[in-house]
């Protein structure tokens, strides 16, 4: 299977344009457009920052063009994106749809945008239904994703939409429309107290699961950790896959695996990619023979 990798993390310390050289000098195939960069959020105030950025200045459609370029220059391609969230705050709409925008013009397919934790399936697509016809103008689809809450002074994750495989579903079929697709975030279906499984959602999915989000966590906090570093059942997942005929790409969103190793030059950089890629390289083995 083909396989890739989020830029944000090895962006953070090289910057996106040598990030996917050394993605592809690691041996993936694809790489993740990360566009947190694009609208960041002061959490304490849930507004947007205005923090300069290629992707948040009047360039930004160049600079996704010179970023496709350089994967296709280097042997690969953008397969997917993440666009910047959450997704309803006051302003975001605007760069959701240059998130899409900027996912076509770097040639992925699919662009994963955040629900909003905290509305029914109902609410949230009415959000989706009116980035649909803007998607579909650019040949991409839009992926929703299982999220999570957590309480206060509570010792594991709550619910919050598509949480549990059953609302997943629902958040699919509510659109219904072949533009908005799923992508399965591994480690969030494996947290405590969400009340499912990364291969309950894989097999309740069915045919609507077309991307991933593959990292490894202790199956109580959010680690975002190399796979098989820590107690995801890896052989569940991958016996899943192979019995769900899972067609698309495995992307790894390990996104603190970089720092946690202390990388700060790019050949620390590079050393961790060639980790994460022969972890990606070991699930792919195992789905193959489940």
């Avoid at 709409?93 to 013009?105: F, N, P, V």
């Avoid at 957590?150 to 594991?156: G, H, Y």
């Avoid at 699961?209 to 975002?224: F, M, R």
Wanted: negative net charge.
């Amino acid at each position: 299977m083909k396989s890739s990798t989020e830029i944000w993390s090895s962006a953070s310390v090289v910057g996106e344009k040598k990030a996917i050289e050394l993605i592809a000098k690691a041996g993936f195939d694809a790489w993740d457009f990360s566009m947190f960069e694009m609208a960041r959020i002061d959490w304490s105030t849930y507004k947007i920052i205005d923090k300069p950025h290629p992707l948040n200045q009047a360039n930004y459609a160049s600079f996704a063009k010179e970023l496709r370029k350089i994967g296709e220059d280097n042997g690969i391609h953008c397969n997917q994106s993440h666009a910047p969230f959450p997704s309803l705050v006051s302003g975001m709409k605007d760069y959701l749809k240059r998130a899409i925008e900027c996912t076509a013009i770097a040639g992925g397919k699919i662009c994963i945008i955040h629900p909003d934790n905290n509305q029914s399936a109902e609410q949230n697509a009415e959000f989706y239904l009116e980035l649909l016809p803007f998607a579909k103008e650019h040949g991409v689809k839009i992926a929703t994703e299982n999220m999570w809450n957590w309480k206060e002074n509570a010792p594991t994750a709550c619910a919050a939409a598509c949480s549990h495989h059953d609302d997943f579903v629902k958040h699919i079929k509510t659109v219904n429309d072949p533009y908005l697709v799923a992508c399965l975030d591994i480690g969030h279906a494996e947290m405590a107290g969400l009340d499912t499984s990364a291969k309950q959602m894989i097999y309740a999915l069915g045919d609507a699961l077309q991307a991933l989000h593959i990292h490894d966590n202790d199956k109580v906090g959010d680690s975002h950790q190399i796979p098989f570093s820590m107690n995801i059942p890896w052989d569940e997942v991958a016996k899943a896959l192979k019995g769900a005929n899972y067609q698309g790409y495995l992307t790894l969103e390990s996104d603190r695996y970089v720092s946690s190793t202390g990388a700060k030059t790019e050949e620390e950089t590079f050393k961790a990619l060639c980790d994460l890629n022969k972890a990606v390289k070991r699930l792919d083995e195992m789905i193959q023979n489940a």
